[in-house]
């Protein structure tokens, strides 16, 4: 076990739906990221939150958006949703910048988001 | 841009065998950190085993190793005395040391099998 939470475990859903993924952090970890798995595109980075504020982006689409609150948990949403969308989200939580450096990550169990 | 270059989609490896599993990466950066994460059929991510680039001693875990070669921008894991446990997705990632970003760049993965 991670220590990273990951809510819900999984998720049936239509196209053109609204869903919410949320992640716990890791206590004491500032740094939130979320990834995507799918089996076209691999494992890619979608964005990471630091200490409450967006940190980098990466290819997270426009129908895409995070936040992280001020008690560290995280939420992705995901909205107008697309079979394509259908993947394994996972948040993974570091305790941030320390040295000069970003610490490692742990990931949490991921949500399985299945778009029918 | 960084990449990750996994060549080997699937391996497989008898029971108490050793294996390698093959990593190249691209980058301009002189300082990063290399890793290798395991998702076994739970697809929980589990980090195996981290190597720092400044480091010219290659990390070891058990029974799990690295052969690091910055020059040829290498890092193959060699996993001895394999288990059946040890059938899994296996991730070569990289990560900037230092970078404005601490995310991960992941491989496409090598699916391993472990046979009795």
């Known amino acids: 076990d991670s220590g990273v939470t990951q809510t819900p475990k999984h998720l049936i859903t239509a196209t053109g739906q609204r869903v919410t993924l949320r992640c716990s952090p890791r206590?004491?970890?500032?740094?939130v990221y979320w990834y995507q798995q799918s089996l076209d595109q691999g494992l890619q980075f979608l964005i990471q939150?630091?200490?409450?504020?967006?940190?980098a982006k990466g290819n997270i689409l426009e129908r895409f958006s995070a936040q992280q609150f001020p008690d560290l948990h995280s939420e992705l949403n995901l909205s107008s949703l697309e079979l394509g969308d259908s993947a394994l989200y996972f948040c993974?939580?570091?305790?941030?910048?320390?040295?000069?450096?970003?610490?490692?990550?742990?990931f949490g169990p991921g949500t399985r988001l299945t778009v029918l | 841009a960084q990449t990750v270059t996994q060549s080997q989609p699937e391996m497989s490896v008898q029971e108490a065998e050793t294996v390698t599993l093959s990593c190249t990466y691209d980058?301009?950066?002189?300082?990063?950190?290399l890793f290798w994460y395991k998702q076994p059929p739970s697809r929980q991510m589990i980090l195996v085993i981290r190597q720092e680039a400044y480091k010219q001693q290659n990390a070891t875990e058990n029974r799990f190793s690295v052969n690091f070669q910055k020059a040829a921008k290498s890092f193959s894991l060699k996993i001895s005395d394999s288990q059946l446990g040890d059938t899994a997705m296996y991730f070569c990632?990289?990560?900037?040391?230092?970078?404005?970003?601490?995310?991960?760049?992941f491989g496409k993965g090598t699916k391993l099998s472990v046979k009795p």
């Open positions: 993974a939580s570091s305790v941030g910048w320390i040295q000069g450096a970003w610490n490692e990550q742990f």
């Open positions: 206590s004491g970890d500032l740094s």
């Open positions: 980058t301009s950066e002189s300082n990063y950190y």
């Open positions: 990632a990289f990560m900037i040391y230092g970078g404005s970003q601490g995310n991960l760049i």
């Open positions: 939150y630091y200490n409450g504020e967006e940190r």
